[in-house]
């Protein structure tokens, strides 16, 4: 199993600030891993509020369904999230598992189990062993620190090849307020792994009502325009907590997202989702391309969603960009094999700018060695010109390599 | 690139008979391939009807579109298939091609040009020099014999490792008729390629509308039931001839489908298309196991077919047959993604016969060793009981492997 850093890690890893408001703390709970953290506690103060998204598999892991029951009550103190172990289609012992679990975090911290947020990652239908945590979360709450930032992107990754956050500040009336999340990706190398986790936090004095509507705006175009291999997780979690720490240093309290005041944070909000999920994409299982797709000229954004996904999750598109090729013929296929409104007389299709196809066949113009070169850039950009109305939409995805079929198919779970 | 046969090739090749009405004849074009053939003419006898399914692809080949303008007339004398250049997404180029082609043929075999069919397989974006159709075709019309199936299934390969035939008899009033078809499928070696062409003969006097209404039924079980990775082609064809020459030994001559004389034929039919569809799915792209997925319980059989094909077309699943891993976790993962109506604690899961997942969870009466050395096997059957209905479906598909990947991506078209 490599363990080598995607050759498409970032470069430069933000110095994560503290958040008021949020403790973290990590610690290795054996769950399935040696000699690495399992376990992450995030503990709120009293005053924090919740907004969650989830996967929309119809087969959900154990903590996204207590996840869901939570949300509606909008508070929250607590977040325990484990990696080694989804809990996910492990029947009524899932259940009871997500309970105890909820009630040692909630003595811990010394809150309600109501307010106890899970998400687990990891091996689907192994029992998770809840009394593992007994004794570890409350240690956890005790040490539990402002800052730790790296080790808690660390302890919630399975064979993710790095660590995944970002940052931002906006401001909000005259204070100024911080965002910072963490993520966990698709970096599969021990089979039965496929989950997407993401945790956001932010000291903005927000209600649950106005954090759960900016989630729901912002993953559109970030985390659910962000396709690896076309598997959905039973487990795919994304939670955002405000702890209105802020409010002590003039912001104001936002109850909703339309607020005017809210305009600097939702963009900064935005920002910080969009560079998440692009660290996922970044961290495809055996990815060696970024491929940015974007589709523009069709009849409305939905479509060229359709279509941009269609080509986005073309194993033999996937396939010919790990080979550096231009490969426009599959890009035709996968714009005709989406079932979306397109006139291949008007199709106009480029790879990194380079126009290689328009008005439904080869541009008679492209310099095939300019386009080989531009291929071998570690970010490919498949842009696609309907010309039929003015949808556009744009996705990311990764190369399906070799590598890919190694880490999913060559070792035994 | 690989020119080792499948393993999953099937072990008897059937010995093809003559179907009165129908001459064949091949020949070496020299459109792409150096020294092997790539041209196909079939020369029926007057009086053939014809009937065909074509891609649902929003950017199909010119020949597909030429097919289809030219169906409603029922009538057929010549089919001209070609191996190396799919003729799609070229233009008027593409279009004045086909009309020419079918222009050349028309004159070779005396007929007019629209009572021609073609079938371009290949390369996409390539203009295809019809000229070189020209005299080729002519010698073609004059050699033509009843014999040469094999020969015929050979020329219409492009990196199928081995020709795909299958024939059957049926009783139709008190004559027997036989029918024999032809396929290839997605063996791709050479990028660019992805295209299923089929051909069917019969000596049975059926009506265009009668052969049509057989082929639209039959194909929803064989030829749409069968994935290799998902991806739809510009250009597969599926054509179906009836040269009537079984009138002249007494076969009743039939004009509805739904006539109950034609119940043998009907299940003959069925039966050479799904023995064609099989073989399609043992030859797909680095193929090693030939995976059935066979799901029951569900609300419809519509709702079946989903679910299956999103088993079938799951990457994890698909890596992880290759793998010999009987990942019940992704097939769980599968499922949830269909969107279909599920119930994760209704759900039961068995490979080759052992379940591995009843109730939700993982079965404690299962044994890991005993379902490993299953899952050597060269053919896998993933089994999926939703305990909701009586919805059932089958799917057949195939493993994906490092081959795949290095068919599609290792080589630069």
Known sequence: MSTAV??????????????????????????RYKGRTDVLLAVMDEGATVAGVFTRSKCPSAPVEWCRA?????????????SGNANAFTGKTGKQSTALTAQIAAKAVGCAASDVFLASTGVIGEPLDASKFDGVLAALAETATPDHWMDAAKAIMTTDTFPKVATATAKLGKATVTIS???KGAGMIMPDMATMLSFIFTDAPLSAAALQSLLKTGVEDT????????????????????????AAHGA??????????????????????????????RDGEGARKLVEVIVEGATTKTSARKIAMSIANSPLVKTAIAGEDANWGRVVMAVGKAGEPANRDKLSISFNGIRVAKSGARDPSYNENEVSEAMKAPKIQIKVALGLG????????????????????????
Chains 1, 2 share one sequence.
């Open 252 to 281: 104001p309290r936002i109850s909703r997202a339309s607020d005017p005041r809210l305009k600097a944070f939702a963009k900064a909000f935005q920002g910080v989702l969009a560079d998440l999920s692009e660290q996922v994409a």
């Open 70 to 82: 939570r949300l509606k009550g909008g508070k929250a103190r607590a977040l325990v999230v484990n």
């Open 390 to 413: 003015k949808g556009r939409d744009r996705v990311l995805t990764c190369d399906l390599t070799k590598e890919y079929v190694a880490i999913n198919g060559d070792y035994r779970s």
């Open 181 to 183: 999340g963490m993520a």
């Open 223 to 246: 985390f659910n325009a962000v396709t690896i291999d076309g598997d959905t997780s039973t487990s795919d979690t994304l939670l955002a907590f405000a702890t209105g720490a802020a």
């Open 6 to 31: 995607s050759p498409l890690a970032p470069s430069d890893v933000p110095a994560m600030p503290v958040i008021a408001g949020v403790r973290l703390a990590t610690a290795a709970a054996g769950i």
